[in-house]
């Protein structure tokens, strides 16, 4: 009886070795910013998943009324998500990381099945992009894993 259980422990933890070589992809990442004279600020998000799903191209923008003091969070694609963490300041530029989420088309153990993945790496944005000079910008590569947390925006 022992003895099964212990073979059987040993088949899990051989599944699980095989799960955790599974290359998920990753996604490059485009995050850019910026603000007019009158107040409106934007950020735009663009993320390119390199797995096995044709065109999953995320994007969306986030934008500030100065009007109506009030923010909207825009994304083509219900299922992703991103988050901004640990921001550290500085003159020209600012390092945080970034978090994304999405459900993705990809095949797993030869079947073609709908998996949510996210992924964290830092990005560094640059100041004083633009013409006036109110922008900023970075890029970063976000490998991706099976994951996680519920939906962080929206
Ligand atoms: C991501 O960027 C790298 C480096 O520029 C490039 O080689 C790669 O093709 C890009 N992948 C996607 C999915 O855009
Ligand atoms: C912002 O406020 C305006 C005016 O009240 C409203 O029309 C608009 O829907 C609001 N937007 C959001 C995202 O709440
Ligand atoms: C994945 O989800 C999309 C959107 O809900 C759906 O159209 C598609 O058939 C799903 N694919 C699989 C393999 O379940």
């Given at each position: 009886m022992s003895v099964r259980t212990s073979s059987c422990l040993?088949?899990?933890?051989?599944a699980a070795s095989f799960a955790a070589a599974t290359d998920y992809g990753y996604?490059?990442?485009?995050?850019?910013?910026?603000?007019?004279?009158t107040g409106y600020r934007y950020h735009d998000i663009t993320a390119f998943y390199s797995g096995y799903s044709p065109d999953r191209r995320a994007t969306c923008r986030?934008?500030?009324?100065?009007e109506f003091r009030n923010e909207t969070l825009t994304c083509n694609d219900p299922s992703f998500s991103y988050e901004l963490v640990d921001s550290q300041r500085r003159l020209t530029y600012v390092m945080t990381d970034i978090t994304l989420q999405q459900t993705?088309?990809?095949v797993v153990v030869g079947k073609l099945?709908?998996?949510t993945l996210g992924g964290t790496a830092p990005i560094t944005l640059k100041y004083n992009l633009g013409a006036n000079g109110r922008g900023f910008g970075g890029e970063?590569?976000?490998q991706a894993q099976k994951c996680c947390k519920g939906r962080m925006n929206g």
């Open positions: 040993h088949l899990l933890v051989a996604w490059n990442v485009t995050y850019t910013g910026g603000a007019s004279a986030w934008l500030y009324s100065p993705v088309e990809i099945q709908n998996v970063t590569v976000v």
